[in-house]
């Protein structure tokens, strides 16, 4: 799935743009050597801190680009699309510290956002408060939170656990 999300990135930034952060896992045995070899071109930035999740890595990127702002995927978002990701750039307040979409139920997506340089301060500042319930500490900061329009809120689903990759496997059935 991450090849996939590489690709698509590729195909809206344009080759040498896309970077995979934290630790690559391992290959399985079976990987064809043609994917190795394709996942093995990107380049790999490191957690910068150890036991923060995906906001170490988001750290690890800042050190390596302190001034860049960054599009971050998770790579559990089988559904993305060009065209969704194409919305979340035009929605971009590089004034706020993070452009980030909300589901009807108030939650932010956190691995599918734009990441300022601003947000780096306060992610440092939760990191050295224990880093815990970040989604709720991220409800209170100042972000550019956007309402996920009926047309792409299938994008924004991500595969957490068994019952959601049962989920998306009967969503996919069913629309075939």
């Excluded at 380049?43 to 910068?48: H, T």
């Excluded at 990441?115 to 440092?124: G, K, N, S």
Aim: proline residues 8%; contains cysteine; charged residues 20%.
């Amino acid at each position: 799935m991450a090849l996939q999300l590489a690709k698509l990135l590729e195909d809206l930034l344009g080759e040498n743009q896309v970077f995979f952060g934290g630790e690559p896992p391992p290959f399985p045995a079976n990987l064809p050597v043609a994917q190795r070899q394709e996942l093995e071109r990107y380049a790999v930035i490191s957690d910068r801190v150890g036991g923060f999740g995906p906001w170490g890595g988001l750290l690890g990127l800042w050190e390596a680009e302190p001034k860049a702002s960054w599009l971050v995927l998770g790579c559990d978002y089988p559904r993305l699309t060009i065209d969704a990701l194409s919305w979340l750039l035009s929605q971009r307040d590089p004034l706020r510290p993070a452009t980030l979409a909300c589901h009807q139920d108030g939650l932010l997506e956190t691995m599918v956002g734009i990441y300022e340089p601003a947000f780096r301060y306060l992610l440092e500042g939760a990191w050295l408060d224990g880093g815990k319930r970040m989604n709720r500490r991220m409800q209170q900061w100042p972000l550019h939170t956007l309402q996920l329009p009926q047309s792409l809120q299938s994008c924004w689903q991500g595969i957490n656990t068994p019952s959601d990759l049962e989920l998306l496997i009967q969503q996919s059935s069913a629309q075939q």
